[in-house]
């Protein structure tokens, strides 16, 4: 079993920034994909972006290519996501999630390949 944990969330202006922080735990051993999701109240879990840590390649959904980056601290076991340009529609409860997914399925940014998945974080963006 893997556990996450995120952090980081918060509450911010339109053009402001936060960096989210996913720290894993457990069998991490086996992972080699990890990403982030976002989802808001009565939508679907959408894909924001994908690390696979096999060789350091990522994935981004187009709506957030240019402003956020998701990079990882192996050292530390830790995932991350630079928020940065923030949009109100941003605002949405971002997840973490991990699996041994091999990077055909990690690039595609979706939810149901992802067995491992951490509480959430709030991230709340105003105009």
């Known amino acids: 079993q893997v556990q996450l944990v995120e952090s980081g969330g918060g509450s911010v202006q339109a053009g402001g920034s936060l960096r989210l922080s996913c720290a894993a735990s457990?069998?991490?051993?086996?992972?080699?994909?990890m990403g982030w999701f976002r989802q808001i109240p009565g939508k679907e879990r959408e894909g924001v972006a994908t690390?696979?840590?096999?060789?350091?390649?990522?994935a981004y959904a187009d709506s957030v290519k240019g402003r956020f980056t998701i990079s990882r601290d192996n050292a530390k076991n830790t995932l991350y996501l630079q928020m940065n340009s923030l949009k109100p529609e941003d605002t949405a409860m971002y997840y973490c999630?991990?699996?041994?997914?091999?990077?055909?399925?990690?690039?595609?940014?979706?939810?149901?390949?992802?067995?491992?998945w951490g509480q959430g974080t709030q991230v709340t963006v105003s105009s």
């Open positions: 457990g069998y991490t051993g086996s992972i080699r994909c």
């Open positions: 690390f696979y840590t096999g060789g350091g390649t990522t």
């Open positions: 999630a991990a699996d041994t997914l091999r990077w055909a399925l990690c690039g595609n940014l979706y939810e149901g390949d992802y067995r491992n």
